[in-house]
């Protein structure tokens, strides 16, 4: 069965350092992944997504950047937090080309002070 | 912005089937409908999908209108633990890589 992973569950950090949020899918290959932002009490705001190893396509001009090394692993970072970058990160996959169902990983809420 | 309209929030009696509303009036003759769940500082849980036709699995059923304007999910018989916020979600995109427009969902309280 897959499986998808998320780390760090949680993660404060101050103004102005970097972040690295990594994801990792096991049970599946070459599945589109995706990163999500919610903010507090707020809906899911696609941030990025790839359809396979090096393509990165984004949602949303911002302080944020994804990459994608491996065919199941996907980060997500930045090289200077803001304040506006709290929230809670949601990694998901999907069978490539099916329009099947996302399936969402437990979350990484951060907190940025 | 969310292709979909849902009531805030919603209370039903544990034991008691919950019937959540969804309105997609401008849904798209190849979209199709989806319903996720969020329990409290969780990611969502997938809970069924559909087209045209009913569907039903192991958690609920889908109910979508004939015109496909609106949809209502069905939770036959509810628990304490079916208290989370429901997402209604018209899935857009091309073939390859779909996106999931997630509005601010039905906020689902059951009570003892």
């Known amino acids: 069965s897959q499986t998808i992973h998320q780390w760090p569950a949680t993660l404060v950090q101050p103004v102005g350092s970097p972040l690295s949020l990594e994801c990792t899918v096991e049970g599946t290959s070459n599945p589109n992944l995706y990163w999500y932002r919610q903010a507090a009490g707020r809906g899911l705001q696609l941030l990025f997504y790839s359809v396979g190893i090096g393509q990165i396509s984004s949602e949303v001009p911002q302080n944020l950047s994804a990459s994608r090394p491996q065919d199941r692993q996907f980060i997500l970072s930045s090289k200077k937090l803001l304040l506006s970058d709290s929230g809670f990160y949601l990694c998901?996959?999907?069978?490539?080309?099916?329009?099947?169902?996302?399936?969402f990983g437990p979350g990484t809420r951060l907190t940025v002070l | 912005d969310a292709k979909t309209t849902q009531p805030t929030s919603m209370d039903c009696a544990e034991g008691r089937a919950a019937n959540l509303p969804c309105n997609h009036s401008?849904?798209?003759?190849?979209?199709?409908v989806y319903w996720y769940r969020q329990i409290h500082s969780q990611g969502p849980q997938y809970i069924i999908h559909g087209l045209k036709n009913n569907e039903t699995n192991e958690m609920a059923s889908l109910i979508i209108t004939e015109d496909r304007k609106s949809s209502t999910l069905i939770l036959p018989h509810a628990t304490l633990r079916d208290t989370a916020v429901y997402y209604c979600i018209v899935r857009e995109g091309s073939y390859n890589t779909d996106k999931l427009i997630f509005g601010t969902g039905t906020r689902l309280q059951v009570f003892p």
């Open positions: 401008t849904i798209s003759g190849n979209e199709y």
């Open positions: 998901a996959w999907e069978v490539r080309g099916l329009r099947d169902t996302q399936y």
